[in-house]
């Protein structure tokens, strides 16, 4: 069996949220990370270690700082990061970065790192991301000021993990884009964007689907979406708008952007009529395949899968039809597999899907659920 065909469920954890505490909330973002037997679920401003074998607890890290879903995390490998930030001391709302270094072949010991690097408390939100590689910490934090009263602006930093030094900084001010603020009620006015390779992409809510980075105020190219992801120098975009929490996270849709034959036709089981999700040239813009899809409601970029997910129902007569996961290699665009998941029937921003080498790992809600090859 290749590589990427998660068809076999090998494990699957039950998560009791009262151990996370008074965590606060970071649904829509990357809430699930999984390597060989270790499992690591987020809530807010809390993560716990799992041990996929027993399902149980086997360690927690918390963070002291108050914006909940801004803590920023990423798995290399069998390296786990957490970006977090401490007060500075003196007047004024300052803040350091703070960066812990779990191996998730050992998650209990931990090494704390301080980083030289002091942001502004309007500067620190959850619109960032911290990525790793070559050795390097990449940071990017997507601003538009306190409470979102600001201009939008893009800052990027590259820094050393030998040495801790800062190597490289950039950063875009004014930009001309629409960032609304943490309310979840204007999220889904935000415009779709995306951060690859230390580069700001986006495409406005409203318009032409038009791409654009903060190099220039006239967009790269049209592609005439309003959703996308990129990886593999390649752009994945849908027609309709998505719900976005955060760079890393998936896209949200309330409906899906490829729309059922109809109901009764997915209750009897009848094949869905299938869209396509568009997939583009990343340096010239050109259109370079379609992938066709059954109707979805998630969409995001991990490693170097692509992967959708839609919701199950339960039917008239008692049955079930699961929901679906589907996952393609974003460097070679083939279809690897296509997963049938009991009990995932509910659209829920309580979901979320990391994928290491051989596993496969979805979270929804208060369950986890590992597939393997």
């Not at 505490?21 to 679920?41: A, K, L, P, Q």
């Not at 690859?196 to 980075?213: D, K, M």
Request: charged share 25%; proline share 3%; aromatic share 16%.
């Amino acid at each position: 069996m290749q590589k990427g065909d998660f068809n076999n469920l090998i494990g699957s954890i039950k998560i009791d949220y009262s151990q996370f505490g008074d965590s606060g909330f970071s649904d829509g973002h990357r809430n699930i990370f999984v390597y060989e037997n270790t499992i690591v679920v987020r809530k807010g401003k809390c993560f716990v270690f799992y041990d996929l074998n027993s399902g149980k607890g086997i360690n927690q890290f918390k963070s002291n700082f108050f914006g909940y879903d801004d803590i920023k995390a990423f798995r290399e490998k069998h390296m786990f990061y957490i970006l977090d930030y401490e007060k500075v001391d003196g007047p004024g709302n300052r803040y350091k970065s703070v960066l812990y270094i779990f191996d998730l072949n050992n998650p209990y010991k931990m090494k704390k790192q301080e980083l030289d690097l002091i942001w502004n408390e309007g500067d620190v939100n959850a619109f960032g991301n911290i990525t790793i590689e070559d050795n390097k910490l990449f940071i990017n934090e997507i601003s538009n000021g306190f409470l979102g009263t600001g201009d939008v602006s893009y800052y990027s930093y590259s820094i050393n993990l030998n040495n801790l030094s800062i190597i490289s900084s950039k950063s875009y001010r004014k930009i001309n884009m629409k960032l609304k603020d943490l309310r979840a009620f204007s999220r889904n006015e935000n415009d779709c964007f995306s951060i690859y390779r230390q580069q700001l992409y986006y495409i406005p809510s409203y318009g032409a689907g038009e791409l654009f980075n903060p190099k220039s105020f006239y967009p790269m190219f049209k592609i005439g979406m309003k959703s996308f992801k990129i990886a593999s120098d390649k752009i994945f975009a849908v027609p309709l708008k998505g719900n976005q929490r955060n760079v890393d996270g998936g896209l949200y849709f309330g409906s899906s952007p490829f729309p059922l034959r109809n109901i009764y036709s997915f209750l009897k089981n009848e094949k869905d009529k299938e869209g396509e999700i568009a997939v583009f040239d990343l340096n010239t813009g050109n259109k370079i395949a379609d992938l066709p899809t059954p109707p979805f409601y998630f969409m995001n970029v991990v490693d170097r899968y692509l992967v959708t997910a839609r919701v199950g129902l339960k039917r008239e007569d008692g049955t079930e039809k699961p929901g679906e996961i589907s996952i393609w290699d974003t460097d070679t665009l083939e279809k690897l597999s296509t997963i049938q998941v009991p009990g995932l029937f509910d659209w829920s921003y309580e979901f979320d899907i990391d994928v290491s080498d051989d596993k496969m790992a979805i979270l929804y809600k208060d369950q986890v659920f590992v597939y393997g090859s």
